[in-house]
């Protein structure tokens, strides 16, 4: 199944809490396809990144734990370019509300400065709730055959712990690319919460 941001252009669906992780998505199954546009309109849809490993992460341009991750995401895509490919999804209700007709400058200037070369805009939070993306960033990990192999959390910052000592997207990346599972498969997300009503 694939879901187009195009259906739910103009609609309004009543939004549920999502399960705690829906059961579309699980672990060592095939990853639920999606399409959406980015920046420049032009859609992507996952399915045509098969060959590559695929780093699906839910973003923010305001979010200062994305900015750290973002730092750790560039520096991975640089050394593992070709073998690797990350799309960045922008779904914070409060930022990509631009998306129906206002600029969308917030996530353009960051999508600039971070080196960010795929930034999404999942305007109707159609695939953060599909993925049941909780913060930014969240991330999934799917190989080359299009199976999810890791979710959860760039490495191990939490409100206690400032600075990262193990990085638990980065371990999952390399065990891939070394033809074997992750070791750890899932760690509970941290960072900002996403937004996914609208902010007055």
């Keep these: 199944m694939i879901l187009s941001w195009r259906l739910w252009q103009g609609h309004r669906a009543s939004r549920a809490v999502p399960l705690r992780y829906n059961l579309s998505v699980q672990i060592n199954e095939p990853a639920p396809d ?8 032009n859609l992507h849809r996952l399915r045509e990144y098969r ?9 923010s341009c305001e979010c200062p734990h994305s900015e750290r991750a973002d730092h750790e995401l560039t520096a991975m895509l ?7 490919v990350i799309l960045s ?7 990509v509300g631009a ?9 353009e200037e960051a999508a600039a400065t971070r080196r960010l070369p795929i930034v999404l805009i999942d305007a109707e939070q159609i695939v953060a709730d599909l993925y049941d993306a909780q913060t930014t960033p969240h ?4 190989d080359r055959s299009g199976i999810l192999r890791y979710r959860g959390a760039v490495d191990d910052v939490t409100f206690r712990q400032r600075k990262p000592i193990r990085f638990f997207l980065d371990e999952a990346v390399e065990a891939l690319l070394d ?22």
């Design 89 to 95: 999804i922008a779904s914070n209700r409060n930022e």
């Design 179 to 200: 033809g074997h599972l992750p070791a750890l498969a899932e760690t509970p997300a941290y960072g900002c919460a996403i937004v996914r009503e609208a902010v007055e």
């Design 78 to 84: 640089i050394q593992r370019a070709g073998d690797v």
């Design 51 to 59: 060959g590559r490993i695929v780093i699906v992460n839910f973003w």
């Design 99 to 107: 998306w129906q007709g206002r600029a969308l400058t917030c996530i």
């Design 139 to 142: 991330v999934f990990v799917i």
């Design 34 to 41: 999606f399409e959406l546009p980015d920046l420049n309109g």
